[in-house]
């Protein structure tokens, strides 16, 4: 199974932006769909974004929408994030879609596996 190595975050002022990448240790993302989720301090993981094998379709959860864009080359997937919020602070991961259970959907994470360890976002007001 992959493992996904996520990097790209830190510190960054409201309004500002960040690039957050993911790769797979060991080999390519191959065609995997993939997503991005965080989990803020205290709260549940919450799905953020995905993007299919192609790279040709992304999703967004409602509350990223216009200001998150992902993204993917042969090698990595990003998740370009913009317009930063203090209430966008929160650990992101990665995740390869691995699975596409009857009635699921982009954003639940069972179907999605090789999460890595996360890489922090802090937005200051």
């Known amino acids: 199974q992959v493992q996904l190595v996520e990097s790209g975050g830190g510190l960054v002022q409201a309004g500002g932006s960040l690039r957050l990448s993911c790769e797979a240790s060991?080999?390519?993302?191959?065609?995997?769909?993939m997503g991005w989720f965080r989990q803020a301090p205290g709260k549940e993981r919450e799905y953020v974004s995905a993007?299919?094998?192609?790279?040709?379709t992304t999703y967004y959860a409602d509350s990223v929408k216009g200001r998150f864009t992902a993204s993917r080359d042969n090698s990595k997937v990003y998740l370009q994030i913009n317009s930063l919020k203090p209430e966008d602070t929160a650990v992101y991961y990665c995740?390869?879609?691995?699975?596409?259970?009857?009635?699921?959907?982009?954003?639940?994470?069972?179907?999605?596996?090789?999460w890595g360890q996360g890489t922090q976002v802090t937005v200051s007001s």
């Open positions: 060991g080999g390519a993302l191959s065609n995997h769909a």
């Open positions: 993007i299919s094998g192609s790279g040709l």
């Open positions: 995740a390869a879609r691995i699975s596409y259970s009857y009635g699921s959907d982009w954003n639940d994470p069972y179907e999605y596996g090789g």
